[in-house]
């Protein structure tokens, strides 16, 4: 498979960042992580998105009501390719 990296950058406002945290799915083992590590997590559609949490409890409810109304099906394959 090939290795596809993705990286993104927000900007608000032109103030200089004062507090960074990382996003973590409390899973990852941070043993070496030093100041020079990259990392992210697994992206097998290459698709990404930063969003509000409403719009992502939204799109979750939205997922769970489709998938019980598809049993068996792929979301991204029965869903979303057929708008692409």
Known sequence: MKKI????RMKFNENI???YHKTLMSDENLDNVDSNSIFGFMVDT???TIIYTK???AY???VDDWHSQNDGKNI????FCKRI
Do not use: G, K
Request: net charge negative.
């Open 5 to 8: 990296i993705v990286a993104t």
């Open 76 to 79: 991204y394959d029965d869903f």
């Open 55 to 57: 719009t992502r409890d």
């Open 46 to 48: 290459r698709l990404a």
């Open 60 to 62: 979750c409810d939205f």
């Open 17 to 19: 960042l004062i507090i």
